[in-house]
């Protein structure tokens, strides 16, 4: 499953037992804006680190799985447990890796009708330069 909101809150990573660690975090889903919705996400084990340099604010896309689970308390009553497992996450928006600055080498480059901009070699063999 897939969805896209703010990061609202992120947590530290919490130790469970010796072999288990999970990371929660918050996301601020508006569909309607008017009544936002905060849904707890999170990650587990070697993929807490994934949170590291992202900042509380902004947009993301969350992939995730979504488990559910039985158990029975110590009366005998049963009681079921949702968790939104994430396993990915990406920023949206305005990030370096996704916006091209006015005037930059990609704007001015001249391309071919499929969109690639042409390499071009001044050696003779047509050897990459690298």
Excluded at 38 to 55: A, M, W
Excluded at 67 to 75: A, D, L, S
């Amino acid at each position: 499953m897939q969805i896209t909101g703010k990061l609202y809150k992120v947590f530290q990573t919490q130790k469970i037992k010796d072999t288990f660690q999970k990371r929660e975090f918050v996301l601020e889903i508006a569909d309607n804006p008017q009544y936002p919705q905060y849904v707890v996400f999170e990650f587990t084990q070697d993929n807490c680190s994934l949170l590291d340099g992202y900042q509380e604010g902004e947009q993301v896309d969350i992939q995730f799985n979504l488990r559910g689970r039985e158990w029975r308390n110590p009366q005998g009553e049963i009681k079921f447990f949702n968790t939104l497992g994430a396993w990915k996450i990406s920023r949206l928006g305005n990030t370096p890796s996704q916006t091209i600055a006015p005037g930059s080498w990609a704007e001015q480059a001249p391309t071919t009708g499929g969109g690639a901009v042409p390499f071009e070699t001044n050696d003779d063999n047509g050897d990459l330069p690298f």
